[in-house]
């Protein structure tokens, strides 16, 4: 079996085993996410190698980091652009993951390109703006919610 294929085929396990670790060692976990648009109010959207669809990007609050740091790092990380002052949203409990999985989503305006320019990696396969009227089909439908909170006004949800 090649080195990817035996990788892929671990992948599950050591997510498990990840979540595992987490659950015993921490009552509770925090991400964020964060949602920018650029001058023309399109939505930034990341697609993962491991989860089918687009989301907004985010991810772990590490260690010592706050929660807004963690935002601002994410955002470079998987999309490679950076922004000013994001601006808390709202908190979500993330009960798909576990019931003590909580989301911070963040917002922040008219993002602008980092020191790195974005390239495919193995967790970030695709990036791109997207007009409201115009997201991917397979847009994950709690993006959609969050798209919805910020930008329409809609009802929050307090679960992710």
């Not at 659950?23 to 399109?42: F, H, K, N, Y």
């Not at 989301?55 to 922004?83: F, I």
């Not at 970030?124 to 439908?141: C, K, M």
Request: glycine share 8%; net charge positive; aromatic share 8%.
């Amino acid at each position: 079996m090649s080195e990817m294929r035996w990788k892929r085929a671990l992948k599950p396990y050591v997510r498990r085993a990840i979540g595992f670790v987490g659950l015993v060692t921490r009552p509770m976990t925090i991400g964020v996410r964060m949602l920018t648009r650029d001058e023309a109010g399109r939505i930034f959207l990341v697609r993962h190698s491991y989860l089918p669809g687009w989301y907004l990007p985010g991810g772990a609050v590490d260690p010592g980091e706050t929660c807004s740091a963690a935002a601002l790092r994410e955002l470079v990380e998987e999309g490679g652009l950076v922004a000013d002052a994001p601006k808390l949203f709202g908190v979500y409990q993330n009960a798909r993951i576990s019931r003590r999985d909580h989301v911070l989503l963040y917002v922040a305006e008219r993002p602008r390109p980092g020191p790195v320019a974005w390239k495919p990696s193995t967790e970030i396969r695709q990036i791109g703006f997207f007009a409201l009227d115009s997201l991917p089909e397979d847009t994950s439908a709690a993006t959609r919610r969050r798209i919805a909170e910020v930008v329409d006004g809609a009802p929050p949800d307090e679960v992710w």
